[in-house]
């Protein structure tokens, strides 16, 4: 391959959404004029077709649209009655919002530590953690992939648990049971939780989240505490919130659900582009693939080894080449949520993971030359750092 120029390739983005929409505009531009035309702007029919073609696409009985996929979260534990005191599982190694909504109801969240290579929820941690005050798990199908979620509902079933799946960052993955059977992210635990946060695998062009869910009753409840808990206009039988997903997202997301198995594909192909060029460079090490699920790659995560992670950072950078670190300060570091009993050392994987992990540009719409220059990028920088 030969040596690309900067000026070549253009500006390169984390995530390419403007080309992602000159893809669809007609069909897109379409369904925002039918939503201002109607002036449906809440609740609106596009609201309801969206949620049973969701639910239609995951194999679920019901999809509850809510505002974003924190509200998700937070509806989620409403909705199977935790209280506060109790404790809820959640791994170390996630974005904020998953345990942010745990102590925002005065639940206790209890962090596990993650598995070194798949960045998920080790679940060979997680019996030691239970106790009698424990209602609750949250695993987070990290980055792209699912958690190792037949041990997880083994688990819980022995202890009597809820799983409440965050699935933000996995939309559209498989988990492969060891009798074969086959589940979407998501559709595995008691309710599995999603964000259409517009850099997502399906994304909105604002905020926007939804709980999968099979459970009728569980379903009902979820609406009724995203409704300020009223299943009649006003009349308010529980304690509920204001959580709604706009009908013009809604106009959006019906729009590129039908595209969402060809954008996973199509950041499958990017994956495996990255995979095969580094895979005998001794400083970077590729994401790992779980044996039961597959990867829908909603970030291209790789750990930097024998050289330093921030300073390949910036000179990528320097080439045009944006990179992202996720995360960069652990939860247990995180002034809101550490403890006395908090220290270096109390989760060792996720305190290394924070210091060598790197995300790469992935997206539905790279172009070969741009990416063939990300990659000439990072094994200059390697090789310069070395």
């Known amino acids: ?162 799983v409440i799946e965050d699935t933000a960052q996995a939309i559209g993955a498989e988990y492969t049971f060891s009798d074969g059977s086959v589940k979407k992210a998501g559709t595995i635990g008691h309710i599995g939780c999603t964000s259409f946060f517009p850099s997502k695998n399906l994304g909105c062009y604002g905020d926007g989240g939804a709980m999968l869910i099979n459970d009728e009753k569980l379903a009902n409840t979820a609406r009724m505490i995203a409704s300020h808990g009223q299943s009649i206009k006003y009349h308010h039988d529980i304690v509920g919130c204001n959580s709604r997903l706009d009908t013009l997202q809604a106009a959006v997301l019906r729009v590129k659900l039908p595209h969402l198995d060809t954008y996973n594909k199509n950041r499958q192909k990017v994956a495996n582009k990255y995979n095969k060029a580094f895979a005998q460079v001794q400083e970077i090490e590729t994401p790992q693939n779980a044996e039961n699920s597959t990867h829908v790659y909603h970030q291209y995560t790789l750990k930097v080894n024998n050289v330093d992670r921030d300073q390949l950072k910036e000179k990528l950078q320097e080439k045009g080449v944006p990179s992202m670190i996720y995360y960069p300060v652990p939860l247990h570091f995180q002034k809101a949520y550490c403890k006395s009993e908090f220290n270096e050392g109390s989760f060792p994987v996720t305190e290394q993971l924070s210091k060598v992990v790197l995300s790469l540009p992935i997206h539905t719409e790279m172009q070969e030359n741009q990416q063939d220059y990300i990659i000439q990028s990072v094994l200059e920088s390697i090789n310069e750092l070395a």
């Open 1 to 162: 391959m030969s040596r690309i120029s900067r000026e070549e390739i253009g500006k390169i983005q984390m995530v390419d959404l403007h080309t992602q929409y000159k893809n669809i505009k007609e069909d897109v531009d379409k369904g925002i004029q039918e939503v201002i035309d109607s002036c449906a702007f809440i609740n609106g029919p596009a609201v309801k077709s969206f949620a049973k073609e969701l639910a239609t696409y995951n194999n679920v009985n019901h999809a509850v649209p809510c505002a974003n996929g924190t509200d998700a979260l937070q509806v989620a534990m409403m909705a199977v009655g935790l209280k506060p005191g109790d404790e809820v599982l959640v791994p170390v190694h996630t974005y904020v919002a998953t345990a942010e909504v745990i102590a925002l109801l005065q639940l206790d969240p209890v962090f596990v530590d993650v598995d070194p290579e798949l960045f998920t929820i080790d679940v060979k941690q997680m019996e030691s953690k239970i106790t009698s005050k424990t209602k609750a798990i949250v695993p987070v199908h990290l980055y792209g992939q699912c958690a190792d979620m037949e041990a997880i509902m083994k688990i819980a079933n022995k202890h009597n648990l809820f």
